[in-house]
C-alpha cells in the first residue's frame, strides 16, 4: 500500500510518511474519548502551539459538559468521565466506555460533531502512533466500535478471547470516593466486596461485573479504624472454584 502526503484534517504516521486518519468516519464513543485524550495537556501537548490553549479546552469543556448530561442518571459513569477527563489513559476510557455505550452517546450527533471538532482542533500530532488519543482510540475498536486508524478501516466484535482473566485495580477518587475496577478481559461472576472496614455504596455493587466495569465505594476512615483492606471475593467461566483479591485502601 502505498503513502501519500498532503494538508489533511488528522493525520497518523506509516511508511515514514504522514497519512490520513478519517476523523469524519469515526464513530461517537471512539471520537469522544479521543478527543478527550487529544485535547489534554497529556495527549497534546505541542499540538496545539498554533492555538491558544483557552480555545480547545472551551472545546473540551463543551464537550463534557454535553456527555455528562447524557450521564446524569449514571453516576458511577459521570464519576469516571471526571477522572478520564482529569487522567485521560487507556484504562480510564476503558473503564468509561461501556457507560457511554449504555447512555446512547453513540447515537448523539451533536456530540459527534462537538467531538470530531476538537479532534481537529487539537492537531494531527495528538493523533500520531503512541499518543494517548490514538492509543485510546484502537482500544475501542479492539473490543467493539468501528473507526480509522492509520487510514485503513478498522472493525472488531467484542467476546471473549482465549486465556481470558479478571484482574482488579483499586482506585481513590475525589474526597472519601473509590473505584474498584476489573481491568481483565472476563466477566467476573459472583462478585462480593467487603472490608474490615465500614464501607458505603452509593449503589449497591453487581453480582457479575464485566472487563472493563467497575463498582464505587466511600471509605470514611475514623482514627479507631484499623489498617483498611478490601477484599473481593470472585468466580470466572475459565476456572472451577472461587478466586480472592485483596488490597489495602489507599489514604
Not at 486518519?21 to 489534554?40: N, T
Request: hydrophobic residues 45%.
Amino acid at each position: 500500500m502505498g503513502c501519500a502526503t498532503g494538508p489533511v484534517p488528522a493525520l497518523n504516521y506509516r511508511c515514514g510518511l504522514m497519512v490520513a486518519m478519517d476523523i469524519g468516519q469515526l464513530d461517537a464513543v471512539s471520537a469522544v474519548l479521543g478527543a478527550i485524550a487529544a485535547s489534554s495537556a497529556a495527549g497534546a501537548g505541542d499540538a496545539v502551539k498554533d492555538m491558544t490553549m483557552g480555545a480547545v479546552t472551551g472545546i473540551q469543556d463543551r464537550l463534557v459538559a454535553l456527555v455528562r448530561g447524557r450521564l446524569k442518571k449514571d453516576p458511577v459513569g459521570d464519576a469516571k468521565l471526571t477522572v478520564y477527563a482529569a487522567e485521560p489513559t487507556p484504562a480510564n476510557g476503558k473503564a468509561l466506555e461501556g457507560h457511554l455505550l449504555d447512555a446512547g452517546v453513540g447515537e448523539d450527533e451533536d456530540i459527534l460533531a462537538l467531538a470530531r471538532e476538537l479532534l481537529t482542533a487539537a492537531g494531527p500530532a495528538a493523533l500520531a502512533p503512541g499518543s494517548v488519543a490514538a492509543t485510546v482510540i484502537k482500544q475501542v475498536n479492539r473490543s467493539g466500535g468501528t473507526g480509522f486508524i492509520g487510514g485503513q478501516h478498522v472493525h472488531h466484535h467484542g467476546g471473549m478471547t482465549p486465556g481470558a482473566r479478571v484482574t482488579w485495580d483499586l482506585f481513590r477518587l475525589a474526597g472519601q470516593g473509590y473505584e474498584l475496577r476489573n481491568s481483565g478481559d472476563a466477566t467476573a461472576l459472583d462478585v462480593t466486596v467487603s472490608a474490615n472496614v465500614e464501607l458505603a455504596w452509593p449503589t449497591a455493587p453487581e453480582r457479575n461485573i464485566p472487563a472493563g466495569s467497575s463498582v464505587m465505594f466511600v471509605y470514611d476512615g475514623r482514627l479507631s479504624d484499623p489498617s483498611p483492606i478490601l477484599v473481593v471475593a470472585y468466580a470466572e467461566a475459565r476456572s472451577d472454584g472461587r478466586h480472592r483479591w485483596q488490597r489495602p485502601i489507599p489514604q
